[in-house]
């Protein structure tokens, strides 16, 4: 007793596939090879990397595995018998317009045009999304 540390801290991580205007993300890449990076430099004591993602960009292609995801990391924190520690989520997106990272305090995917014109997948509805 008494020689506890702070609860862990699991990060889960999402990127996008590619899509219009953007033939390859830089974000998949990033989150596609980013388990196997922090294996071989480690993570820092008290963190855990969760989850890794790419998400398809249209719009119902990325809900089923994004809501997976989440449901799979509350499941997990129930499961632990200890305390549970806290979870972050962090989400890489991409601006092919930028010329440096740039970091958003919140990010609305406005959608709402016909899917099969702006994304990569042939859907006829339209969409809005507010992530």
């Given at each position: 007793m008494g020689s506890e540390g702070p609860p862990a801290v699991t990060?889960?991580?999402t990127g996008f596939k590619k899509?219009?205007?953007?033939?390859?993300n830089p974000t998949e890449t990033i989150v596609g090879n980013l388990k196997e990076y922090m294996k071989k430099k480690?993570?820092?004591k008290g963190v855990i990397l969760g989850s890794c993602s790419v998400l398809e960009t249209a719009g119902q292609g990325a809900v089923a595995p994004l809501y997976q995801t989440?449901?799979?990391s509350i499941k997990s924190k129930d499961s632990e018998s200890s305390s549970p520690g806290?979870?972050?989520w962090i989400h890489f997106g991409v601006n092919s317009g930028a010329t440096r990272f740039a970091i958003e305090?919140?990010?609305v995917n406005e959608a709402t045009f016909a899917v099969r014109v702006g994304m990569e997948a042939t859907e006829s509805?339209?969409?809005?999304f507010g992530w």
């Open positions: 990060i889960h991580v899509f219009h205007g953007v033939a390859e480690g993570m820092p989440f449901q799979s806290r979870i972050i305090h919140q990010a509805t339209h969409h809005s």
